[in-house]
């Protein structure tokens, strides 16, 4: 394959999937151009990591009933501006990472008769993809739950390409000094995200002021309004922290249920506590949530109705039980699919019938 079109946009859960496809296709001599809004996380992420990226004009499906009707007027618009694109660069194949600015793309290459591929990284399959699944050629699923949404011979279930960048992660522990953390305690790292969550950072932080037998490091987020407690000595608060790494090091994580993050936790083999968003469209942090939770590698814990003293019970509960936090560390890893990016390189070679 000389070039491939990628369409991702919208959050991280779709575009470092995205990213990490693309580096693998780049390492092998496949030149890779990505479409997305300028106006989105894509527009910042996708140049700051030099690949090429071209700005759809299409407004996104949310809001109003009248940004709905405006979004259904443009894709006949963007399709055309894809057609375009195609003619021009001649692509080997294209491929959606889910969200509203992938459909035009994978419409205008099934029109040009480009081979097509998308990739769903939730156990809740989305709206766009699900719509999509009936055009594209192939079908790449993190999970086997989201397969009964697409026809059945188009799925290969190869995981979130994401964990063969994480699986080459490796953390050294002297820079747990770096964020305070005594490395010959135990500690539990908590991670909710840039944005934060002012009632879910509430019980958090009430939840950790009853710590006393271990540490607890809180990535706040930077964009989080709560201010965190600081009194308890064993609780540690930073705006930001090199979550991939310190997965590996911590032993237990608390954190919520996007794609990304799991396929980390798959990675590092981390016993974790989730607790998904409910403000994520079709619920689908929960679906995610109860992949891990089924499997032995986390506990689910749901943002309704939960009290600062459940967390820390369940805290408590796993960081005192070293068997309990081994068994959940190995069956995290069986889900693990180091090979994800590599494998969906392989395939799309199969369907471009190289």
Known sequence: MKLVMIAAGGTGGHIYPALAIAQRLKEEGT??????????????????????????????????ITGKIRYLLSMAGAIGECEKLLRSYQPDACVGFGNYISVPLILAAKKCRIPTMISEQNSFAGKANVFLGRFADAVELAYERSGKDFPAGKIRVLGNPQEE?????????????????????????????????????????????????YQVLIAAGKRNPFSFSTDNPNVIVRDYVEGAKLLRLCDLAVCRAGATTLAELAAAGTPSVLIPSPFVPNNHQYYNALELKERGAAVLLEETDLKAETLLAEMNRLMHDNTARQKMSEAAGTLARPHAASDMTAWLKEICDE
């Open 31 to 64: 030149e890779v151009v990505f479409v997305g809004s300028k106006d989105r996380l894509e527009g910042q992420l996708i140049p700051e990591a030099g690949y090429q990226f071209i700005s759809l004009n299409i407004p996104n499906t949310s809001g109003s």
């Open 165 to 213: 960048v994480c699986a080459g992660i490796t953390a050294d522990p002297s820079m747990l000094k770096n964020y305070g953390i005594d490395a010959s305690r135990p500690f539990v790292l908590v991670m909710m995200g840039s944005l934060g969550s002012q009632t879910l950072s509430r019980i958090i932080d009430d939840s950790c002021k009853n710590v006393t037998d």
